[in-house]
């Protein structure tokens, strides 16, 4: 079983990947966005 360290080490890692993902999209829409209001104008 894993001990505790590793469990810490494993959730900092989830976090960290959790917050990537949700910049990455904000980023990707605000992107998408501006791509569409400049095909659209």
Known sequence: MASGNDIK???A???GFIK???WG???TI???AIVV???TS
């Open 9 to 11: 080490t494993a959730q």
């Open 13 to 15: 890692t989830y976090n």
């Open 20 to 22: 990537a993902s949700v």
């Open 25 to 27: 999209a904000g980023i």
């Open 30 to 32: 605000v992107v998408v």
């Open 37 to 39: 209001a400049l095909i």
